[in-house]
């Protein structure tokens, strides 16, 4: 079936090669698949493949109650698990109706964002080396490593957290965190200024990323774009800045946003973002030490969560974009059903469209730039 | 707000909007399956309300839920006003929704848009030609709840393989499943 759709292109001259990429090859980012019909290097149309990692998360939603399913959602986007555990928390926190304590927020604020600057630093790593770049991939890893180590200190997991408890955290953060912060901070600058200075005006960087896989702002919000990928297209839209959640109201912070949505931009808007996430860590920080010490880090939550019979729609900014999840509850103490929202979904189906007319080098450089996680994609 | 909300959007739809609710801030309108592009058109392009963009559609499917509701009666009710699930008075709601969720990118605000599609009559129209963006949710729904989108340019399955013989978000299919993989066999 999938063969009849790629043979069929149209305005075929028949000289067209048909090109398998994927599921298992090095350049296609977890299990992901493309078959796509080239025209000499000229990709004429890519038909992306999805369902190689489909674990059926959704089901087992259903099958387990609201507390267990917490470790599942480390599984979406495994490289900020932190983002996906606090936005499904936040779910059933407003379907129970639940108020956080706000040292509680501080905590999710701080450790968030250090997930999203680790996902950020993975993505422009491997930008870097599916374009031929591979020294800023090692300055980024190893102080993604470190904020790893926090992660890993503070609840003994370095990728998959289940960070936090539906109502509040598990724990309040460490003593050292503040001469933990204080060594990492200017290390993640050096290593932002130094990606920076090997990628952003170097002539090949530029030639291979510049007006690469453009796309209007217009058929971004037709496609159902969000996060960075929208962003880099020119819509200043951040779920952080235009529907607060938590406490986001009260940090200042910047949304950059590109021009052209291109491979480039979308480079540009990661590297910005790791920035402003390193100035809300800071300001969340200062209020979290004006805290009292024993400060509650739990809302009163009853054993057994059981909330009232309903349907809620909870959506946060994880660092792909919008992640937003459905909950219909019955009553008991398992959810009806679970929908998850996840931001690369939407991104990806305008693969196609994407790339079209674009070389197949190309193809692999977009990708790599709309952070599609297999993960989160197929659930 | 919700009220407002409410107001203006059935100030836009008039009597196509069957049962409305509002849980938790989340506003959610029913409206007859066979309108919904319609319905969503107007929305879009209501000038007060303008839901520009389309986040997310998905199915639910609601095989048990009536059943369940209707047995325990001594339980104490939760909180919340439910009223999207009245008391089947008649005969039960229909077995399947399709709940699409909006936002207008000028106003922030969201909205819930629930059509019920009832077992001998599984089909929704497409919405692919207002939202691109529904390609992908319309091809996963009908993967996973065999419901089907009239006017979808490519209705194939999505994330399971083709040849798969179940709908397994359906509620009536088991979580282990039922060995399809060890009936099939591959090319």
Same mark, same amino acid.
């Given at each position: 079936?999938?063969?009849?759709?790629?043979?069929?292109?149209?305005?075929?001259?028949?000289? *067209?090669?048909?090109?398998?990429?994927?599921?298992?090859?090095?350049?296609?980012? =977890?299990?992901?698949?493309?078959?796509?019909?080239?025209?000499?290097?000229?990709?004429?149309?890519?038909?992306?493949?999805?369902?190689?990692?489909?674990?059926?998360?959704?089901?087992?939603?259903?099958?387990?109650?609201?507390?267990?399913?917490?470790?599942?959602?480390?599984?979406?986007?495994?490289?900020?698990?932190?983002?996906?555990?606090?936005?499904?928390?936040?779910?059933?926190?407003?379907?129970?109706?639940?108020?956080?304590?706000?040292? +509680?927020?501080?905590?999710?604020?701080?450790?968030?964002?250090?997930?999203?600057?680790?996902?950020?630093?993975? /993505?422009?790593?491997?930008?870097?080396?599916?374009?031929?770049?591979?020294?800023?991939?090692?300055?980024?890893?190893?102080?993604?490593?470190?904020?790893?180590?926090?992660?890993?200190?503070?609840?003994?997991?370095?990728?998959?957290?289940?960070?936090?408890?539906?109502?509040?955290?598990?724990?309040?953060?460490?003593?050292?965190?503040?001469?933990?912060?204080?060594?990492?901070?200017?290390? /993640?600058?050096? +290593?932002?200024?130094?990606?920076?200075?090997?990628?952003?005006?170097?002539?090949?960087?530029?030639?291979?990323?510049?007006?690469?896989?453009?796309?209007?702002?217009?058929?971004? /919000?037709?496609?159902?774009?969000? =996060?960075?990928?929208?962003?880099?297209?020119?819509?200043?839209?951040?779920?952080?800045?235009?529907?607060? *959640?938590? /406490?986001?109201?009260?940090?200042?912070?910047?949304?950059?946003?590109?021009?052209?949505?291109?491979?480039?931009?979308?480079?540009?808007?990661?590297?910005?973002?790791?920035?402003?996430?390193?100035?809300?860590?800071? @300001?969340?920080?200062?209020?979290?030490?004006?805290?009292?010490?024993?400060?509650?880090?739990?809302?009163?939550?009853?054993?057994?969560?059981?909330?009232?019979?309903?349907?809620?729609?909870?959506?946060?900014?994880?660092?792909?974009?919008?992640?937003?999840?459905?909950?219909?509850?019955?009553?008991?103490?398992?959810?009806?059903?679970?929908?998850?929202?996840?931001?690369? *979904?939407?991104? *990806? @189906?305008?693969?196609?469209?994407?790339?079209?007319?674009?070389?197949?080098?190309?193809?692999?450089?977009?990708?790599?730039?709309?952070?599609?996680?297999?993960?989160?994609?197929?659930? | 707000?919700?009220?407002?909300?409410?107001?203006?959007?059935?100030?836009?739809?008039?009597?196509?909007?069957?049962?409305?609710?509002?849980?938790?801030?989340?506003?959610?309108?029913?409206?007859?399956?066979?309108?919904?592009?319609?319905?969503?058109?107007?929305?879009?392009?209501?000038?007060?309300?303008?839901?520009?963009?389309?986040?997310?559609?998905?199915?639910?499917?609601?095989? !048990?839920?009536?059943?369940?509701?209707?047995?325990?009666?001594?339980?104490?009710?939760?909180?919340?006003?439910?009223?999207?699930?009245?008391?089947?008075?008649?005969?039960?709601?229909?077995?399947?929704?399709?709940?699409? &969720? &909006?936002?207008?990118?000028?106003?922030?605000?969201?909205?819930?848009?629930?059509?019920?599609?009832?077992? !001998?009559?599984?089909?929704?129209?497409?919405?692919?030609?207002?939202?691109?963006?529904?390609?992908?949710?319309?091809?996963?729904?009908?993967?996973?709840?065999?419901?089907?989108?009239?006017?979808?340019?490519?209705?194939?399955?999505?994330?399971?393989?083709?040849?798969?013989?179940?709908?397994?978000?359906?509620?009536?299919?088991?979580?282990?499943?039922?060995?399809?993989?060890?009936?099939?066999?591959?090319?």
């Amino acid at each position: 079936m999938v063969n009849e759709c790629v043979v069929n292109a149209g305005h075929s001259t028949g000289d *067209y090669v048909t090109i398998n990429i994927g599921p298992s090859h090095p350049a296609m980012h =977890g299990t992901l698949r493309v078959i796509a019909q080239t025209d000499g290097e000229t990709v004429v149309k890519a038909d992306p493949e999805i369902g190689y990692l489909h674990r059926g998360v959704e089901k087992l939603g259903e099958h387990l109650t609201y507390h267990q399913f917490i470790p599942i959602t480390d599984r979406l986007n495994y490289c900020s698990a932190i983002a996906n555990n606090v936005s499904y928390e936040m779910a059933v926190e407003k379907l129970m109706g639940l108020e956080v304590p706000e040292k +509680a927020q501080l905590i999710r604020v701080i450790m968030t964002e250090l997930a999203r600057i680790a996902d950020h630093q993975v /993505l422009v790593g491997i930008l870097g080396v599916d374009l031929g770049a591979f020294t800023p991939f090692f300055y980024l890893i190893i102080q993604r490593e470190e904020i790893y180590e926090i992660f890993e200190w503070y609840n003994g997991a370095r990728l998959t957290n289940t960070f936090g408890r539906i109502g509040g955290v598990e724990a309040d953060l460490p003593d050292d965190f503040d001469a933990r912060w204080r060594e990492l901070r200017p290390n /993640l600058f050096k +290593a932002i200024d130094e990606t920076d200075k090997l990628l952003t005006h170097n002539r090949i960087w530029m030639d291979r990323t510049i007006g690469v896989t453009a796309f209007s702002p217009e058929d971004a /919000l037709a496609w159902g774009f969000t =996060g960075p990928c929208l962003r880099a297209c020119g819509v200043k839209r951040d779920l952080r800045k235009d529907e607060p *959640y938590g /406490l986001y109201d009260r940090f200042t912070f910047d949304v950059p946003i590109g021009k052209n949505g291109d491979v480039f931009d979308r480079y540009m808007i990661r590297m910005k973002e790791m920035e402003e996430s390193i100035k809300i860590i800071d @300001q969340a920080y200062a209020m979290y030490q004006e805290m009292a010490p024993d400060a509650p880090l739990m809302a009163k939550v009853p054993k057994v969560i059981k909330p009232p019979v309903g349907e809620v729609y909870h959506a946060t900014e994880a660092p792909n974009g919008e992640l937003g999840f459905f909950i219909k509850s019955d009553g008991s103490d398992k959810p009806y059903r679970i929908k998850i929202r996840p931001p690369c *979904y939407m991104v *990806y @189906q305008a693969f196609p469209e994407l790339v079209k007319g674009e070389m197949i080098a190309d193809l692999i450089a977009c990708l790599s730039s709309l952070n599609v996680i297999a993960g989160e994609l197929d659930r | 707000m919700t009220m407002d909300l409410l107001k203006g959007v059935s100030n836009c739809l008039g009597p196509l909007v069957v049962a409305s609710g509002e849980f938790r801030g989340d506003v959610t309108v029913e409206v007859p399956k066979a309108r919904i592009a319609e319905v969503l058109a107007r929305l879009r392009d209501d000038p007060n309300l303008a839901y520009d963009f389309l986040v997310d559609l998905f199915g639910v499917d609601n095989l !048990d839920l009536y059943e369940k509701a209707a047995k325990p009666k001594k339980k104490t009710e939760g909180e919340g006003d439910a009223a999207e699930e009245p008391k089947p008075a008649g005969p039960p709601p229909p077995r399947f929704e399709v709940i699409y &969720l &909006l936002l207008s990118l000028s106003t922030n605000r969201r909205l819930h848009v629930k059509v019920r599609v009832p077992e !001998d009559d599984l089909s929704v129209p497409s919405v692919t030609g207002l939202w691109k963006a529904a390609t992908w949710p319309e091809r996963e729904v009908y993967d996973m709840f065999g419901i089907r989108f009239p006017g979808h340019p490519d209705l194939r399955r999505l994330l399971m393989w083709d040849e798969f013989p179940a709908h397994p978000l359906r509620k009536d299919y088991p979580l282990e499943g039922r060995g399809e993989e060890r009936i099939l066999r591959y090319e």
